[in-house]
């Protein structure tokens, strides 16, 4: 026990000792938000606000605590600009593989209800992946653009369920289960799903897959050949999204901004400001440190677990080819 706890010692000291900013092992309260200018000397804004990995309304697990998810964090930010009459835009940094459907529709009603609120342009920049929940949520834009190399589209719906009952069997592990209706057990992790019960989970994603297709629809003019083709779920490049009429254009972060300026009638000068907990030096539109990060200052508490680790039995607007990148 006494070499174990020496180890760790040696380990928190390797981990001080590597790093400029403090460990800070036990920070009960995050900073608050306060924002922070990138570019710029005008008084009217542009909110830069980054929507980086798995989207969910399930805090983030670390090794010890839970940070905020994904959707309270785009939250918070939403709030807190709708009282800043200065802004005049969001410019929404997208790079997600996508996420469960509630989660990603409760992004795609928030931003939807900001813009409806505020009046002021909503513009999406995609970076590597904007897939299925992603792209959702990046339908209430006035424009989509995408870096060259993007994947975008999986625009469709998967359930995914675990199943254990054949490790259980190897084992010799079994679950006794007592239960009232027929389908109270559906999808359970001990069994194999029934003929039935695949029909009626089918049911069940048809009708989230129709969901998305139809705000497609609204949201985007596509040819009947076009939305047909999107309706299978497959991804598409950044040409092939913008032939098909599923994004506006094709630019790095830097043409997204000044497309922003235009489609809301700034300023060169204009600012681009984001929200952060702390001050980061050299600050620039790539960093998203600060907008996950609680404190600048390291924390043994809030070091995440990777993103495949929260997936749970459900339902997702998800390509989960690309969910062991995040």
Not at 106 to 131: P, Q, R
Request: aromatic content about 8%.
């Amino acid at each position: 026990m006494k070499k174990i706890y020496f180890l760790v010692m040696i380990f928190l000291i390797f981990l001080a000792g590597c790093s400029a900013p403090n460990i800070n092992l036990f920070k009960a309260t995050p900073d608050p938000l306060r924002e922070y200018t990138l570019e710029g000397t005008g008084a009217q804004k542009i909110l830069l606000l980054s929507v980086d990995g798995m989207i969910s309304d399930r805090p983030k697990r670390g090794l010890i605590a839970k940070t905020p998810s994904l959707v309270e964090r785009i939250v918070m930010q939403l709030n807190k600009a709708q009282n800043d009459k200065q802004i005049k835009a969001v410019l929404l940094k997208v790079n997600s593989p996508g996420g469960t459907i509630t989660a990603s529709d409760l992004l795609y009603h928030e931003i939807s209800s900001y813009k409806a609120k505020t009046g002021n342009k909503i513009i999406v920049s995609m970076m590597d992946v904007a897939a299925s929940g992603a792209y959702y949520l990046s339908l209430p834009a006035d424009m989509i653009m995408a870096h060259p190399t993007t994947v975008t589209g999986s625009v469709g719906v998967i359930s995914l369920q675990p199943k254990v009952k054949g490790l259980m069997d190897k084992i010799g592990l079994g679950v006794d289960v007592q239960k009232t209706g027929k389908y109270k057990d559906m999808g359970s992790p001990y069994r194999e799903t029934a003929e039935e019960e695949r029909k009626l989970l089918q049911k069940s994603m048809d009708i989230f897959g129709q969901r998305f297709l139809n705000l497609v629809k609204e949201h985007r003019s596509l040819s009947e050949e076009s939305l047909a083709d999107v309706a299978t779920a497959r991804i598409f490049l950044a040409q092939e999204a913008l032939q098909i009429g599923l994004i506006d254009g094709i630019g790095y972060l830097s043409d997204a901004v000044k497309e922003t300026k235009k489609l809301a009638g700034l300023p060169e000068n204009a600012k681009v400001i984001v929200y952060r907990r702390a001050e980061f030096p050299e600050d620039n539109y790539y960093n998203i440190a600060g907008t996950s990060a609680e404190n600048l200052n390291i924390s043994l508490i809030s070091i995440e677990l990777p993103e495949i680790v929260n997936i749970h039995a459900g339902f997702y607007y998800l390509w989960p080819a690309a969910l062991g990148a995040y």
